[in-house]
């Protein structure tokens, strides 16, 4: 069995847990993270004997922060999972030999492999994507950050090389969209506050640079335009064929929205409805 502790977090994933349980294959400490689903997620799960535990959310980084401070696991060593993500033999046994080696480290970016109708986005996903996922309990936190979080540690930060999978479109387009508007809500709200200065463009780290240039982009005009060059041109998103350009439209069209909350934003005005007639 593999000394890491897995946390997945859920709100309505019916859908999603059952194949995301069934590929944690060698792990004994399984744990779910629930925020108020009501189509059969915690009926499910409870009915293959993992345990569900309860908050509500109010950001990744302070579900994540909550799941550390309140979920007795067996292990320190911690691995978070979104039900519409999927462990990998090949990840798991990288995730054994980084214990064995007992490392001094607060956590590990881990690559994502973005799953669109079944084909893998290379390029327009924009592999590696990493994010920290895998993390020791005591020397890692997480803070709210746009649609998702940063980390934040005193310690250094490992890159592993193996990755999760990511099926983002398992419950839909529709349902994407759907999400995604919240999402661009959040990201314009984070974009016009004051004072974000999160990575440097000079930085060695891959991950500090981009979020330099997602800070820098978010105050020119032509988001979706920009967003569509980049991915399907600097990116190589044509090489995906009609799924990347297809993603790509997507995400250029999600960069639009922010680009809407911002000038609302920028006006003084809220989005919320005009009205309560």
């Not at 895998?134 to 250094?156: A, D, I, S, V, W």
Request: aromatic share 12%; glycine share 10%.
């Amino acid at each position: 069995m593999i000394a890491v502790s897995v946390v997945i977090l859920t709100h309505n994933e019916r859908v999603n847990i059952d194949a995301c349980l069934d590929s944690l294959v060698g792990f004994e400490d399984i744990h779910v993270l629930d925020s108020g689903s009501t189509d059969g997620t915690v009926e499910t799960v409870r009915n293959r004997g993992v345990a569900v535990h309860f908050n509500p959310f109010s950001g990744f980084g302070q579900q994540r922060n909550w799941a550390i401070d309140n979920i007795s696991t067996k292990y320190d060593w911690h691995f978070h999972l979104d039900a519409d993500e999927r462990m990998t033999p090949e990840l798991a046994s990288e995730l054994a030999s980084v214990i064995a080696a007992n490392p001094v480290v607060g956590g590990y970016r881990v690559p994502n492999k973005l799953i669109f109708y079944g084909r893998w986005l290379k390029w327009s996903g924009q592999y590696p994507g990493y994010q920290v996922r895998f993390f020791h309990k005591h020397r890692l936190r997480f803070m709210n950050y746009g649609h998702g979080q940063r980390e934040q540690t005193n310690y250094p930060i490992g890159t592993l090389s193996q990755p999760l999978l990511h099926h983002g479109f398992s419950k839909g387009i529709d349902e994407w969209f759907r999400k995604h508007v919240g999402y661009a809500r959040r990201e314009a709200e984070q974009a016009y506050l004051p004072g974000q200065e999160d990575g440097s463009l000079w930085s060695r780290d891959a991950t500090a640079r981009r979020r330099a240039v997602k800070r820098l982009t978010a105050r020119l005009p032509g988001r979706y335009f920009l967003r569509l060059l980049h991915l399907l041109v600097l990116r190589g998103g044509v090489l995906d064929g009609w799924a990347g350009v297809t993603y790509a439209q997507m995400l250029a069209t999600y960069e639009g929205m922010i680009e809407v909350y911002l000038k609302l934003y920028r006006r003084g005005l809220s989005p919320e409805p005009l009205s309560k007639e």
